[in-house]
């Protein structure tokens, strides 16, 4: 077992290092996103970024006067460390002479469920929680109409936030399987609106270039009218390396902040894509709850048939998804998605320390899914299936990788 790769786990639950062993007679390639080893920003670098904005003046010049200020961030689904940038987010506020009374946090959770408080303490840091009130947003109540876009989506938005006359927001962006790259409007829409604004615009029809073409993709551009509705102030949004670890920011005015963190995303997530592997490995980290997003690595096994294998050590199970999810062998929410296994793919090996059969229901059901939660086996039953000289591709980061 001479082919070891380390790769990192459980990224809200202790990060740690997973040394994947493989036969030394396999022939092994690794593909990394590019900017996989990309430091992670000090305080000054995060401080410099949120104090000079995009395409509009300092938030503390835009939130002067402001009555009431919301400030949204991303759920555990995805990896921003939003503690380590709350506190400049406050200096700024505080400038503007926002008492802390005048504040609130609201997680824009979408159509996943609800946050808990430890979830909330290492989301934003114990010292938050003590300072402000944090709260769940609830798809199904308390959602005021807000207009109608472009598309036909009818808006309806969290009324706590739309009682506020400053929003912020905070997350990260990342390559994404419906809008092409998360970030942007998406903090308003999925995040913070109703189930039926959600499904709405989830069930937009796009074309085939509209999947893989952030400018036009229709899903993105509805949730950029949405987040203008709602009046979204400033938007702050983070790239990430291989650990999850914050290595650019691009603070300001939504539209123009988004665009910005996009062209730079294109070139920071793109992955060489294997091609004709016996083998794929696809390893999944700061979206471990969404495994199925390494399902994108499936193309990269040999036509001529071969296995996938995705690692999705998520210690709380995978996302509970209250629009897709299944909540039953028979139901499920309103647009249940199963991914079919392609063809090509012989085995679809699920490597999970934290076994759980439900959670496979984001998959077709089939027999060429198997569910292990030993390693040692997972090599044992490869080597059955390939032998002494499998051709072998891991992905590090499969769930973030963009392959342009």
Known sequence: MANIIKLPQEAWHNPREFKLSL?????LEVYNIAGYNRPAMNDE?????????????????????????????DDMTRVTRVAKIVPFVLEELAAAGIADS?????????THSPLNREDFAKKLGEATLTRFPVYNHNSYENCTYIGTTSFGTKVFVNAEVMQCDFKIAIGSITPHMQAVFSGGGKIILPGVASIETIAANHTLPRTEQEMT????????????????????SVIIECIVNLWGNTVAIFAGEPVAAHAASVQEAK??????????????IANTYTKASEAITAM?????????????VIIANAPQGQVIHFLMGS?????????????????HINHLIVYSEYPDIASLDY????EKILLISNWSEVVKILKEFHGDNAKVAVYPSADILYFG
């Open 296 to 308: 994108k690595t499936s193309a990269s096994v040999s036509q001529r048939g071969g296995d996938l």
């Open 267 to 280: 070139t920071h997530y793109i992955t060489r894509r294997a091609e004709d592997k016996d083998i794929v």
């Open 45 to 73: 670098q995060i401080k410099a970024s949120i104090t000079n904005l995009i395409g509009t003046p300092p938030i503390r010049e835009l939130a002067r006067g402001k009555r009431e200020v919301v400030i949204l961030f």
């Open 327 to 343: 909540w039953g062998r028979t139901i499920g929410g309103k647009l249940k998605i199963q991914f079919p296994i392609p063809p």
């Open 102 to 110: 005048q504040i609130r946090f609201i997680v824009a959770n979408g």
């Open 363 to 366: 998959l077709e059901a089939s």
């Open 213 to 232: 073409n952030h400018d036009i993709n229709s899903c993105r551009l509805d949730m950029e009218e949405a987040a203008k509705l709602a009046g979204l």
């Open 23 to 27: 036969p030394d007679s396999w022939q």
